[in-house]
């Protein structure tokens, strides 16, 4: 059996017919070929498969395609302008160095984009805490926190000082 859904994927209208058991991040994937979104621990632990769905950030592998019925989906691809040009978090996160292996890096560039979204003043401590949800095995945070004061800061596309 499959269930018809329609919903916005990154500004584009998208309608597919999906078994009613299939998650978010399978549909993303599998379905819609937009593999930037990745899965890590299946359990909603790791944070990597966030995107942003009607305006919050989720875990697209703890809920189904189904839940998103109607609803704006906006990947890591979603980000960048359709010139190619990268949001300002990417760009941060490439200029602070704010990865190694980069398989987490997209769930932290949608968190954090939503983080100072919610809070564009947020110090240290609040942006360490709003990453809480997304593992990162390889950087040990500070990298990727320096990203996000970084692009705070609105120095992003601009050279990061030595520290």
């Known amino acids: 059996m499959s269930v018809p859904i329609s919903l916005t994927v990154n500004g584009k209208a998208v309608s597919v017919n999906v078994d009613p058991r299939t998650l978010l991040v399978q549909l993303i994937r599998e379905h819609l070929q937009l593999t930037g979104t990745h899965v890590g621990c299946d359990t909603a632990q790791c944070g990597a498969c966030t995107v942003h769905l009607n305006g919050r950030a989720v875990k ?17 691809e979603g980000l960048s302008a359709a010139n190619g040009e990268l949001h300002p ?13 980069g398989f987490c890096t997209t769930g932290m560039v949608m968190s954090a984009v939503k983080l100072l979204e919610d809070c ?26 320096k990203a996000i004061q970084h692009c705070q800061s609105g120095k992003a596309g601009q050279p990061v000082a030595a520290a």
């Open 89 to 101: 978090m990417q760009a941060a996160f490439r200029e602070c160095h704010g990865l190694q292996c």
């Open 60 to 76: 697209s592998c703890s809920m189904l395609a189904v839940q998103a019925q109607g609803g704006q989906v906006t990947t890591i």
């Open 120 to 145: 564009p003043n947020a110090n240290e401590q609040q942006i360490r805490e709003g990453l809480d949800g997304n593992i990162c095995r390889c950087t040990g945070y500070h990298n990727i926190v």
